[in-house]
């Protein structure tokens, strides 16, 4: 099967296009290339790089009405950050997780896990989800 990482110099689209590498039954290539965004307006300093949340939920609105390819759009915790894949995760639809401990966090380990095996086991379809780690 073919598949396109897009992203795949980021946190997480390195991570993912490792993990899918390994698979021998995936041809894995590399593309370089959310709804909290009212809230991630309101960071200090957002104005620098707030256009990237902005065109990504332009991007779901846009897949949301696509209806000839299967598409799969997740969205990661609150904090997203490099490392390795939790022991589990929770997952959810158009809503901010946290986990038992009160934290919105997941690594780019877990989003790697998920991603892979939605690729190789999909249950999602034309739809975006939400990330935990547990």
Do not use: C
Not at 18 to 42: F, R, W
Not at 60 to 76: A, F, H, M, T
Not at 87 to 115: C, F, H, I, P, Q
Request: aromatic share 6%; no cysteine.
């Amino acid at each position: 099967m073919k598949v396109g990482i897009i992203g795949a110099s980021g946190m997480a689209g390195s991570a993912i296009y490792k993990l899918a590498s390994q698979n021998k039954d995936l041809e894995v290539t590399g593309i370089d290339n959310h709804l909290v965004v009212e809230d991630i307006k309101k960071l200090t300093g957002s104005e620098n790089w707030i256009n990237t949340p902005k065109e990504q939920l332009n991007e779901l609105n846009y897949l949301k009405q696509v209806e000839d390819v299967d598409w799969l759009g997740i969205s990661p915790a609150l904090t997203f950050e490099a490392g390795p894949e939790a022991a589990g995760y929770m997952l959810g639809n158009d809503t901010l997780l946290y986990n038992n401990n009160n934290e919105s966090k997941v690594t780019s380990g877990t989003m790697a896990r998920l991603v892979v095996n939605e690729i190789v086991h999909p249950e999602h379809h034309k739809e975006r989800i939400t990330l935990v780690d547990e």
